[in-house]
């Protein structure tokens, strides 16, 4: 069969495709195809995102695989060409193979996961695995009032890493605001500026189970001394450190080190460095030593474009009464939208339905309503405070005021309540009190619960704010 009649081909596909899906279906998922070539008993076709691709592999494979034997014949092979715009990574496709899903992975995906990096047994530096998602770059990390500050400090020092005075670089913010995609925006951009740079992205979860891991094989000397090779060093998570003095005190080594040598740092937590507790006073000192920038919530016109933005690079289309009735109802966090524009596809296509605002606010009110939100120490660390009208920093402070104590023991009682915590972790947050504190803390409240009714109702009411939010 001659290569030249790909085209002829696929619309023989999509004739018998057409008969076999809805409508709205055909119109979402296949029209937006594109036939490439036929060589080599396999026909190449483009899609137009990773997220589309693996939608037709989920939800429609079979009928593919079904139709290309019977238009083309047995054993034909269907590739994908994933097609990257400029908004993603720039001049990279991928071919993928339907029949053989385990083969459905991008050339640039991070390797090497969780895992602790083997480079940290060699004897000589090695090439060093950056462990960056090369998917979290600048290009996709859409601009708005509320990440402006960060982005424009974030830039600058992927230019110039180590030259400039934001060094360290500490970003900070809610869960789901961007800090972990502007992170490795950095790194990817500084890889791509100075490739010969050893840049290495690592969660200080990872961090703390790798010094714990040298401890155990006596191998300490090389955990410090491959980390203080490191040109660019990206913590994610830094709160995680809280309560670990040992994991602290060698990062403190590391910290001094690298800054000493002009190396970059670049720290994310989801608190200012004011606010964590458990983190010892000398490493919280030198976090505010270069550029402490703040991600907010983002606005209803960022979540605009955001949404915009992720629909374009999935080669989806929304009309624009749906991307505003999102935008509008939900505002916790980008990975909230998205998981929005994934769902209501995902729901379209199984009953096929329409993308339109009767959609949009089911899958939005499940979402928002319905969904069980966990109750975190800063809530509860909040909640009290607006209750009781005192400063945040009061609970943390060593105020032995009536009204500050007995604020700080209900929000012990309540994180004993409302978490998974030990005492000792409930102290360490909570004014970085011992556990036998917060067990007093605890016992006080219930003996007072149990006699004093106007403070039973008080406590009532700060729970019952807590679950609203």
């Not at 995680?240 to 060698?250: L, P, R, S």
Request: aromatic fraction near 8%.
């Amino acid at each position: 069969m001659s290569e030249s009649n790909h085209v002829i081909l696929w619309n023989r596909c999509l004739e018998v495709i057409k008969d076999n899906v809805p409508e709205a279906t055909y119109n979402t998922w296949f029209v937006p195809i594109v036939p490439l070539k036929y060589e080599d008993n396999a026909l190449f076709i483009q899609v137009p995102s990773q997220f589309f691709y693996e939608m037709l592999e989920d939800k429609f494979v079979d009928l593919m695989r079904k139709t290309l034997y019977k238009v083309i014949g047995e054993g034909t092979n269907l590739m994908y060409n994933v097609m990257v715009d400029k908004s993603s990574v720039p001049n990279q496709t991928v071919d993928l193979e339907a029949s053989k899903r385990s083969t459905a992975v991008r050339e640039n995906a991070v390797s090497g996961g969780n895992r602790a990096p083997s480079f940290m047994q060699a004897p000589v530096m090695p090439e060093l695995d950056p462990h960056l998602n090369p998917n979290y770059n600048f290009e996709n990390f859409i601009e708005g009032f509320s990440n402006k500050l960060s982005r424009t400090v974030a830039m600058a020092v992927a230019r110039e890493p180590g030259g400039t005075a934001f060094n360290p670089l500490f970003l900070y913010g809610a869960s789901g605001v961007g800090k972990t995609h502007l992170a490795n925006a950095i790194g990817t951009k500084i890889k791509e500026l100075y490739p010969g740079k050893r840049v290495l992205y690592v969660s200080a979860h990872l961090f703390q189970v790798q010094y714990t891991d040298s401890v155990r094989n006596n191998t300490t000397n090389d955990f410090i001394n491959f980390y203080q090779t490191i040109d660019v060093l990206i913590i994610d998570d830094i709160q995680e450190f809280a309560g670990v003095t040992k994991t602290q005190n060698n990062f403190f080594h590391i910290f001094n080190h690298l800054h000493q040598n002009g190396k970059q740092l670049i720290l994310t937590s989801d608190r200012a460095p004011v606010l964590l507790q458990g983190i010892e006073e000398r490493l919280l000192t030198r976090f505010k030593w270069g550029m402490v920038a703040e991600l907010e919530k983002p606005t209803v016109e960022l979540r605009k474009d955001i949404l915009r933005n992720k629909v374009h690079r999935d080669g989806l289309k929304f009309p624009p009464e749906v991307i505003d009735y999102i935008a509008e109802n939900v505002n916790e966090s980008v990975r909230d939208l998205e998981g929005i524009v994934i769902a209501i596809m995902a729901r379209s296509t199984i009953f096929n339905k329409d993308i339109d605002l009767d959609l949009a606010h089911h899958i939005v009110h499940g979402v928002v309503n319905k969904e069980t939100r966990v109750v975190t120490v800063d809530d509860i660390l909040r909640t009290v405070c607006a209750h009781f009208g005192l400063d945040l920093a009061a609970i943390h402070a060593k105020s032995r005021k009536r009204e500050v104590v007995q604020a700080r023991q209900v929000a012990m009682y309540l994180a004993q309540r409302k978490t998974d915590f030990s005492t000792a972790k409930i102290g360490k947050l909570i004014g970085n009190r011992d556990h036998a504190t917060v067990i007093h803390a605890c016992k006080t409240v219930k003996n007072q619960l149990e006699v004093d009714k106007t403070f039973k109702q008080e406590v009532k009411e700060i729970e019952a704010s807590l679950g609203k939010k």
